[in-house]
């Protein structure tokens, strides 16, 4: 009797392990499954790691290596160790940058109507200070997207700070920041000599999508602290007696990319894979 007892148990446990691998095969299968349909949820139309070689980020983007034979390109931005808001692995898209003495630009052609975003990356690897590097981006020589950058006085000296402009093709007509012009196939992003220096690029990159489709950096640290100070009614200050906030040189943030939203299935499914066989276990003694 205990002969066939133990036999029936060895058989149980036996037929537990292979549903438990099982379940844990399928339940591996179904996250790489939803992270690679994220992934492919939004194209990439274009991408170029300005001044510097191919690269692929984290996310997958394959960007290409810098084609432009005008300006300079230049990998100054390696003498920095860490940049600041992105993972090592893609610190290569802000520590090598195109500029010019010049206005200079990329064109790419878009064939399809739809909705797109242009993130221009960019980081100060060279001065120390504001009002040193400031300049303009121009789209298609009519619409000024970014006005008076000053990538210094936005994020620091060695922190990556991206401008993210989403903007639409429909019928002919490029829309972007409420304005509209003629559209002949082609994107022109043109980087606009100023006062101050010269004009530069990290990298670019054009999602057909939304903003709320893209992956963003880490929000600066200390950026929302001037958001939500309550007003003092009975001791107003003045301008010029308010402490003003000064923005670090390469602060230390968190990994970007560390925290994948599907991260969080893990336990769930660990737990899952635990509970299921051990209930069944419990219903056949």
Same mark, same amino acid.
């Given at each position: ?75 100054? /931005? ?8 992105? =993972?090592?692995?893609? &610190?290569? $898209?802000?520590?090598? @940058?195109?500029? *010019? ?107 057909? /999508? ?8 880490? =929000?600066?640290?200390? &950026?929302? $602290?001037?958001?939500? @100070?309550?007003? *003092? ?53």
């Amino acid at each position: 009797m205990s002969k066939r007892l133990f036999s029936d148990h060895f058989r149980t446990c036996h037929i537990s392990m292979m549903f438990t691998t099982y379940l844990a095969v399928l339940l591996s299968c179904f996250v790489c499954y939803i992270s690679v349909h994220r992934a492919a949820a939004t194209e990439v139309v274009f991408a170029v790691n300005c001044g510097g070689p191919g690269h692929r980020d984290v996310h997958g983007v394959d960007y290409e290596g810098d084609p432009l034979d005008i300006g300079v390109a230049s990998d100054f /931005g390696k003498n920095l160790a860490v940049i600041g808001r992105v =993972p090592q692995q893609d &610190a290569i $898209l802000y520590q090598t @940058e195109r500029y *010019d003495v010049n206005t200079f630009g990329y064109t790419t052609s878009i064939e399809e109507d739809g909705d797109y975003v242009l993130v221009l990356k960019f980081c100060e690897v060279w001065f120390g200070a504001s009002r040193q590097k400031v300049f303009d981006v121009v789209l298609n020589d009519l619409h000024t997207v970014v006005s008076g950058l000053d990538i210094y006085d936005v994020a620091g000296r060695g922190t990556a700070h991206d401008e993210i402009i989403p903007f639409s093709i429909t019928k002919g007509k490029l829309k972007v920041q409420k304005e509209a012009s003629t559209f002949h196939g082609d994107l022109h992003i043109e980087f606009v000599k100023g006062d101050y220096d010269n004009p530069k690029v990290n990298a670019i990159v054009i999602y057909k /999508g939304t903003v709320d489709d893209i992956p963003k950096l880490p =929000p600066l640290p200390g &950026a929302d $602290l001037d958001e939500d @100070e309550p007003e *003092d009614s009975d001791d107003e200050e003045t301008e010029e007696h308010k402490p003003k906030r000064h923005i670090t040189s390469g602060p230390k943030t968190p990994d970007p990319y560390a925290a994948d939203e599907s991260s969080f299935l893990y336990p769930i499914l660990i737990a899952l894979a635990i509970f299921i066989p051990t209930l069944f276990c419990l219903c056949r003694l």
